[in-house]
T-cell receptor, first 111, second 111 residues
Framework: NAGVTQTPKFQVLKTGQSMTLQCAQDMNHEYMSWYRQDPGMGLRLIHYSVGAGITDQGEVPNGYNVSRSTTEDFPLRLLSAAPSQTSVYFC??????????FGQGTRLTVV | QQQVKQSPQSLIVQKGGIPIINCAYENTAFDYFPWYQQFPGKGPALLIAIRPDVSEKKEGRFTISFNKSAKQFSLHIMDSQPGDSATYFCAAARGGNQFYFGTGTSLTVIP
């Protein structure tokens, strides 16, 4: 049972480049979400999904896109990376009202 | 606007001491209050959680106290150990998926 798997673990981008952060879970969880973690800011919700085909915005959605075509996968897309998007990104999954499981994180640096 | 306010930012205790971390929230729609523990380079992991119909919950050395009227909740760690040194986040959620995190407390337990 792998839980929540995020790839890549580390990434360096140049300003204006695009990339996709991958997130996959094998627990058949209906809920999945993306957070960014910055020093002194805690974790802030970017986007979330309550099931395949359904997504919604969180606290800090600007500059990020998501889609959920399957229960297992919830990729996060940066269309045009900016230095302000330098952060550690965490994906999480859960059943409704239950414990959220987090991935190991992706450390992204935009130069 | 921070949905969940957490204090203190950092805490140093001697082994065997009882660190207390406090959180406060405003939104009465929150219905799930977890605490997460995070070690460097790892994703957050659920420690203990409480729902607003309960005033206290204990799991091992960890206790959550919940005051619904004051919209506050706190984490107590009994008989703290050096292995408890980590960053602790409180969170509040509604609808089972939209988690709002505090800014974190860095705990150091001195042997």
């Amino acid at each position: 049972n792998a839980g929540v798997t995020q790839t890549p673990k580390f990434q360096v981008l140049k300003t204006g480049q695009s990339m996709t952060l991958q997130c996959a879970q094998d627990m058949n969880h209906e809920y999945m979400s993306w957070y960014r973690q910055d020093p002194g800011m805690g974790l802030r919700l970017i986007h979330y999904s309550v099931g395949a085909g359904i997504t919604d915005q969180g606290e800090v959605p600007n500059g990020y896109n998501v889609s959920r075509s399957t229960t297992e996968d919830f990729p996060l897309r940066l269309l045009s990376a900016a230095p302000s998007q330098t952060s550690v990104y965490f994906c999480a999954s859960s059943l409704r009202g239950q414990k959220a499981f987090f991935g190991q994180g992706t450390r992204l640096t935009v130069v | 606007q921070q949905q969940v306010k957490q204090s203190p930012q950092s805490l140093i205790v001697q082994k065997g001491g009882i660190p207390i971390i406090n959180c406060a929230y405003e939104n009465t729609a929150f219905d799930y209050f977890p605490w997460y523990q995070q070690f460097p380079g790892k994703g957050p992991a659920l420690l203990i959680a409480i729902r607003p119909d309960v005033s206290e919950k204990k799991e091992g050395r960890f206790t959550i106290s919940f005051n619904k009227s004051a919209k506050q909740f706190s984490l107590h760690i009994m008989d703290s150990q050096p292995g408890d040194s980590a960053t602790y986040f409180c969170a509040a959620a509604r609808g089972g998926n939209q988690f709002y995190f505090g800014t974190g407390t860095s705990l150091t337990v001195i042997p």
